[in-house]
C-alpha cells in the first residue's frame, strides 16, 4: 500500500529530471540562454545541478518503492 506513492513520486521525479537535463543540454548545445535574465554559466550550472538531484531522488524513491 504504501508502495504505491513512492512509486508516483519516483516516475514524476525521473521524468522531470531527464526533461530538464535533456532540455538544458539542448539549449546549451545551440548556445542559447538557459534562462533569461541571469548568467548563462550560473543558469546552466543551476538547471544541471537540479535535473541531477530530481534524477537521483526519482531513483531513489524507486528503489524503496
Do not use: D, K, N, T
Request: charged residues 5%; hydrophobic residues 60%.
Amino acid at each position: 500500500m504504501e508502495s504505491g506513492p513512492a512509486i508516483f513520486a519516483g516516475s514524476a521525479f525521473v521524468l522531470f529530471g531527464a526533461a530538464l537535463l535533456l532540455w538544458a543540454a539542448a539549449r546549451m548545445r545551440l548556445r542559447q540562454p538557459v534562462a533569461q535574465g541571469v548568467s548563462p554559466v550560473a543558469s546552466a550550472v543551476l538547471s544541471l545541478l537540479f535535473g541531477v538531484a530530481a534524477l537521483g531522488g526519482g531513483i531513489w524513491c524507486l528503489g524503496y518503492a
